[in-house]
């Protein structure tokens, strides 16, 4: 089993480009996220899917869209890029929404926007 | 909503020794504490997690301890050794929300 899987691992964007990142998960799971990590912040919660067809805002929702493709695949999307939003992303699964049990993160995409 | 600290953020220790590291949350509705550790280039993964109707979780060397009435918890570490080198989070949870403490820096000299 892969698990989770993000790709690109590695992206430069220039301000104002968009761009998708993609991710995948192959253990069945109900529930998707998407994450930033930013230095001395932790990991923010951007959106996440409970179960297919449903998507919800997180802690830091501004300037991201997302679509539950299906019950395997999650995206993020960033329309307009701006520097405030060079981080490492995140994406996670877990059998049912965020509550008492494990997540399973992919091993990240580290975006730069200049 | 909830506000998880977590300290130190840098942690040094000789191998052989004991890492403790600890975190306060703010909401007492939160009755989930999961840590995760991450290896340089990955992402993180669950290492031990402990339920609000439990005080002390252990498994092997790693051991989780809550004290629900001060709102903290805390992670230790016996016998470090250089694999536990890593950065290691902690995190609150209630349903539906999950918010993680800034981490901690772990570095096991050998």
């Known amino acids: 089993n892969a698990g989770v899987t993000q790709t690109p691992k590695f992206q430069v964007l220039k301000t104002g480009q968009s761009m998708t990142l993609q991710c995948a998960q192959d253990?069945?799971?109900?529930?998707m996220y998407w994450y930033r990590q930013d230095p001395g912040m932790g990991l923010r919660l951007i959106y996440y899917?409970?179960?297919?067809?449903?998507?919800d805002k997180g802690e830091v929702p501004n300037g991201y869209n997302v679509s539950r493709l299906n019950k395997r695949e999650f995206s993020l999307r960033l329309e307009s890029a701006a520097p405030s939003q060079t981080s490492v992303y995140f994406c996670?699964?877990?059998?049912?929404?965020?509550?008492?049990?494990?997540?399973?993160f992919g091993s990240g995409t580290q975006l730069s926007v200049l | 909503g909830e506000n998880v600290e977590q300290h130190p953020s840098t942690l040094s220790v000789q191998e052989g020794d004991s890492a403790v590291i600890k975190c306060t949350y703010s909401?007492?509705?939160?009755?989930?504490f999961p840590w995760y550790k991450q290896e340089l280039g990955k992402g993180p993964q669950l290492i031990i997690d402990?339920?609000?109707?439990?005080g002390e979780k252990k498994d092997q060397r790693i051991a989780v301890t809550l004290n629900k009435t001060a709102k903290h918890f805390s992670l230790h570490i016996t016998e470090t050794q250089p694999e536990d080198s890593a950065v290691y989070f902690c995190?609150?949870?209630?349903?539906?929300?999950?918010?993680f403490g800034a981490g901690t820096r772990l570095t096991v000299k050998p």
């Open positions: 996670a699964s877990s059998e049912f929404v965020l509550g008492n049990e494990k997540l399973f």
């Open positions: 253990m069945n799971h109900n529930s």
């Open positions: 899917s409970a179960s297919e067809g449903t998507t």
């Open positions: 909401d007492s509705a939160s009755n989930y």
């Open positions: 402990i339920r609000s109707n439990v």
């Open positions: 995190a609150a949870s209630r349903l539906n929300d999950m918010r």
